[in-house]
Structure formats: structure tokens, C-alpha cells
């Protein structure tokens, strides 16, 4: 049996096992077969937000995206790939995993990989963060800024899903709360440094200021606001996008 075979097997599997989305289902596999990668997207997109198509969602990433995965928009590949993480019940697994996807952004021979793989990276970031790797998640936060720094034409396209220039800043915001709140920064130590809460409050000042720059979000004008003041921006500001 051929690769492709085995993908279009598996989806014949799932409309059997899924029947609520086997119209879909079969749908994915006759854009598959007719490579019409920009419409099968679409129906993906479509179909990531249900609770009930999460429950086989690593399964249909391992066994059907990863198929076409070097075809179609990296930035939508890697947005899939965010929702799938979050179907992982331990962060270490979702770090993995998106390691995996960025892997396959690396090797999809693709141009423009800088935003998708920035976008993923500031993700895995986050899971850094939520198993109490803090150094680690602020060395993330700062190769990111790097990056962006140095990229053009940064997508600010409505999706609904936020994009790499928006989490950066969300998580460098989660790590400045973090340390604001009295959790620990240093390992070694495990005590709150003060210098460390005021370098990150400066550097998310500049990057707050970057994102409004790119984006022109109103919400991250009013966050760039409160951090020129000294003050910690509020969390809906940025959860908001």
C-alpha cells in the first residue's frame, strides 16, 4: 500500500469510527486526491474550533495533515498544529510534539518558515513556562523578540487564531506577570530577583512598542501604555486577540 493510500485509508477508517463528521471526512479525502490544498484547509480550519473533532485530533494530524503537510500555507500548518498541542494532556507532550511540526515547517523546502516557526516557538514558550522552566521560556522569549526583529512583512491577517507577533507578546507578558505575582525567576535560587522583574518589564516595554508598530492592534496601544508607566498591563488586553 502506497502513502497516499494509507492517508485516504485511515480516513475511510475515521467516517466509520466519527460518523458525525463522515460527510466531512470523505470531503478532506476528494480534495486530497484532487490536491486542492487551499480548500482543504478551509474545511480544516472549519472544522478545528469542535469540541468533538478535538477528541481525534492528534490522530487525524499523525495519520492525514502530516500527508500534505509540505503543500499548503506554513502559517496555517502551524495554527493547526497549535490547536492539536493543546489536545495533549501534559505539557512536555505538546512541547514534542510541536518540536515535530516545526521539524516539518524546517524540512516542507517552503520559503517565508521565519513567522510559523516563531509562532510555534512562542508556544512551546508558554508549556516552558507552565512546568516551571522559567529560564528556559525567558531564553525563548528573547530569541523570539531577535527574530522578530528582523522580519518583514509580518502577517497581521484576521483569522481568529492569533498570530506570531501577538503571542510573542502574550508570552512574554504571561512570563513579566509571572515574576511580577512573586514566582520564582532564578533556579538556582528560587527567589524573586527584582532586577530580573524590572529587565523584563523594560524589554516588554520595547516589545509591546514593536507589536503596536506591526500590528496597529488598539488593545496593544493601551498595553504599551500601562508598561511605559511602570504599570503591569492588564491580561485582557492581550488575551482579547
Same mark, same amino acid.
Given at each position: ?61 499523525? !495519520? ?100 506570531? !507577533?501577538? !503571542? ?74
Amino acid at each position: 500500500m502506497s502513502s497516499s493510500d494509507s492517508y485516504l485509508s485511515w480516513l475511510e477508517s475515521a467516517q466509520t469510527k466519527h460518523t458525525t463528521y463522515a460527510s466531512q471526512l470523505n470531503q478532506l479525502g476528494e480534495y486530497y486526491k484532487q490536491k486542492l490544498w487551499h480548500q482543504l484547509t478551509v474545511l480544516v480550519e472549519e472544522l478545528l474550533p469542535q469540541q468533538e473533532f478535538q477528541s481525534f485530533l492528534i490522530s487525524f494530524y499523525d !495519520n492525514f495533515i502530516t500527508a500534505f503537510a509540505h503543500r499548503i500555507n506554513l502559517l496555517k500548518l502551524a495554527q493547526i498544529a497549535e490547536v492539536t498541542a493543546k489536545q495533549y494532556k501534559q505539557p512536555e507532550q505538546a512541547i514534542q510534539f510541536l518540536q515535530g511540526a516545526i521539524k516539518q515547517i524546517t524540512e516542507s523546502g517552503q520559503r517565508h518558515t521565519e513567522q510559523p516557526m516563531l509562532f510555534l516557538r512562542m508556544h512551546i514558550a508558554e508549556y516552558k513556562l507552565q512546568m516551571g522552566a522559567t529560564d528556559e521560556c525567558k531564553t525563548l522569549i528573547e530569541e523570539g523578540k531577535e527574530t522578530l526583529d528582523t522580519m518583514e512583512n509580518v502577517s497581521t491577517q484576521a483569522t481568529g487564531i492569533p498570530k506570531s !507577533n501577538c !503571542n510573542l507578546c502574550w508570552s512574554h507578558l504571561t512570563y513579566f506577570t509571572s515574576l511580577a505575582a512573586g514566582r520564582p525567576c532564578c533556579q538556582c535560587c528560587g527567589a524573586l530577583c527584582q532586577k530580573s522583574v524590572l529587565q523584563v518589564q523594560e524589554k516588554l516595554c520595547r516589545l509591546l512598542q514593536k507589536l503596536v508598530a506591526v500590528s496597529g492592534f488598539h488593545l496593544l496601544r493601551k498595553a504599551a501604555s500601562r508598561a511605559e508607566a511602570g504599570k503591569t498591563p492588564r491580561l485582557n488586553e492581550l488575551k482579547a486577540l
